[in-house]
């Protein structure tokens, strides 16, 4: 139901039935009844799905009208986050006469209430002459703004502080509202429109915004209610070694350290399901939950169809992905509870020396 008012949510999707199942989940239940969900799924129309349960989910979801469509690689270029953001961003722009934006949302991530209507009318209030802001990020993480010194920027929107960071560093790419404006005074300074990486994030972005004077920004405070759930490490390169990421689970930057809460949702639950094997019955009992959230029938039949769909996923099956179950990341942090917040130790990273091809640990 397109409203020039309401944006266009754009989920990149892979084959994480249980991540993906919670993302739309969260994105159907607390978006504004007049914003669309489109899935860009990372594989080629013709290919066989690395996920069957992933892939009924979404096409089950598609007959329903819960999302508007399903859009494929192009089958001329690679499968990877790179082109598939570039994908959605080239849609989503030809839609531009029916929507108020474009929106990012990756799927490990869930949004809570109206945050979707916050950060456009954010980007809306921001994407003037004057500002020029080309996108809104949802996600902070505190550790990498001390690193940098400050902001280059600062506005107060409504309710809100947003910021850039200085040296056009870029926002986090996870949950982010886009402005309209950005493809086309990219294509008017001759510049790319894409993300030119395979990992899809915003570096790209950030380097070529000086050359239109451009800005992406992220909300500093309030949090927007949203938790990133990709703590596992099947998002680890094959071969890499288990390392600490600071960007799950979700934290405020104002009041520093606190885990963001999206109603509906226990991260704690989630990251003990990755040492005991418990995600797709936590990803179940989290579906059907919802459903006592809302006197809306449509969507709560469509959360217990999601239930039961994911019941069918067989982690040992060959057309499925392996359950997120090495609970090294788990082993290796000490966790403690602080307040709101969770307290991590520093654990050594390992880097490959390229000349040597050596590996080495390095203790920050």
Same mark, same amino acid.
């Given at each position: 139901?397109?409203?020039?008012?309401?944006?266009?949510?754009?989920?990149?999707?892979?084959?994480?039935?249980?991540?993906?199942?919670?993302?739309?989940?969260?994105?159907?239940?607390?978006?504004?009844?007049?914003? =669309?969900?489109?899935?860009?799924?990372?594989?080629?129309?013709?290919?066989?799905? &690395?996920?069957?349960?992933? #892939?009924?989910?979404?096409?089950?979801?598609?007959? $329903?009208?819960?999302?508007?469509?399903?859009?494929?690689?192009?089958?001329?270029?690679?499968?990877?986050?790179?082109?598939?953001?570039?994908?959605? %961003? %080239?849609?989503?722009?030809?839609?531009?006469? +029916?929507?108020?934006?474009?929106? &990012?949302?990756? #799927?490990?991530?869930?949004?809570?209430?109206?945050?979707?209507? @916050?950060?456009?009318?954010?980007?809306?209030? $921001?994407?003037?002459?004057?500002?020029? !802001?080309?996108?809104?990020?949802?996600?902070?993480?505190?550790?990498?703004?001390?690193?940098?010194?400050?902001?280059?920027?600062? &506005?107060?929107?409504?309710?809100?502080?947003?910021? +850039?960071?200085?040296?056009?560093?870029?926002?986090?790419?996870?949950?982010?509202?886009?402005?309209?404006?950005?493809?086309?005074?990219?294509?008017?300074?001759?510049? *790319?429109?894409?993300?030119? /990486?395979?990992?899809?994030?915003?570096?790209?972005?950030?380097?070529?915004?000086?050359? @239109?004077?451009?800005?992406?920004?992220? !909300?500093?405070?309030?949090?927007?209610?949203? +938790?990133?759930?990709?703590? /596992? $490490?099947? @998002?680890?390169?094959?071969?890499?070694?288990?390392?600490?990421?600071?960007?799950?689970?979700?934290?405020?930057?104002?009041?520093?350290?606190?885990?963001?809460?999206?109603?509906?949702?226990?991260?704690?639950?989630?990251?003990?399901?990755?040492? =005991?094997? *418990?995600?797709?019955?936590?990803?179940?009992?989290?579906?059907?939950?919802?459903?006592?959230?809302?006197?809306?029938?449509?969507?709560?039949?469509?959360?217990?169809?999601?239930?039961?769909?994911?019941?069918?996923?067989?982690?040992?099956? $060959?057309?499925?992905?392996?359950?997120?179950?090495?609970?090294?990341?788990?082993?290796?942090?000490?966790?403690?509870?602080?307040?709101?917040?969770? %307290?991590?130790?520093?654990?050594?990273?390992?880097?490959?020396?390229?000349?040597?091809?050596?590996?080495?640990?390095?203790?920050?």
């Amino acid at each position: 139901m397109a409203g020039k008012d309401y944006p266009a949510l754009g989920i990149i999707t892979y084959n994480r039935p249980l991540h993906t199942a919670l993302c739309l989940a969260f994105a159907m239940y607390n978006k504004h009844a007049r914003s =669309d969900i489109h899935v860009f799924y990372s594989i080629h129309a013709d290919a066989e799905p &690395k996920s069957k349960t992933l #892939d009924a989910l979404q096409k089950h979801l598609l007959s $329903t009208g819960k999302i508007a469509s399903i859009n494929y690689i192009p089958g001329d270029q690679p499968c990877n986050a790179g082109t598939n953001v570039d994908n959605l %961003v %080239v849609t989503l722009q030809g839609m531009k006469d +029916q929507y108020a934006c474009m929106f &990012k949302l990756d #799927d490990d991530v869930l949004i809570g209430p109206n945050t979707d209507m @916050i950060m456009t009318r954010i980007l809306l209030a $921001t994407e003037n002459e004057k500002d020029n !802001v080309m996108i809104i990020g949802g996600q902070v993480i505190s550790g990498r703004i001390v690193a940098d010194g400050g902001f280059a920027w600062t &506005k107060q929107v409504g309710d809100h502080m947003i910021a +850039q960071r200085p040296r056009n560093h870029a926002v986090m790419e996870t949950y982010t509202a886009l402005s309209f404006n950005m493809v086309p005074q990219l294509q008017a300074a001759g510049r *790319s429109i894409g993300t030119d /990486t395979w990992r899809g994030d915003y570096w790209s972005y950030a380097r070529k915004f000086p050359s @239109i004077n451009a800005k992406q920004a992220a !909300v500093l405070y309030p949090a927007i209610s949203m +938790q990133h759930i990709g703590f /596992t $490490t099947t @998002i680890l390169n094959p071969g890499e070694p288990p390392r600490l990421r600071n960007w799950a689970p979700c934290r405020s930057y104002n009041p520093p350290g606190h885990i963001v809460h999206v109603p509906g949702f226990d991260f704690s639950m989630w990251e003990r399901g990755h040492s =005991d094997g *418990s995600l797709p019955d936590y990803t179940r009992e989290v579906l059907l939950g919802l459903r006592t959230r809302r006197d809306d029938k449509g969507l709560n039949k469509v959360l217990a169809d999601m239930a039961e769909i994911i019941s069918t996923y067989n982690p040992d099956a $060959t057309n499925e992905p392996p359950l997120p179950d090495d609970p090294a990341i788990i082993r290796n942090a000490a966790r403690n509870l602080h307040g709101d917040a969770h %307290v991590i130790r520093r654990i050594p990273h390992v880097r490959v020396d390229k000349a040597t091809g050596r590996r080495m640990v390095v203790r920050r």
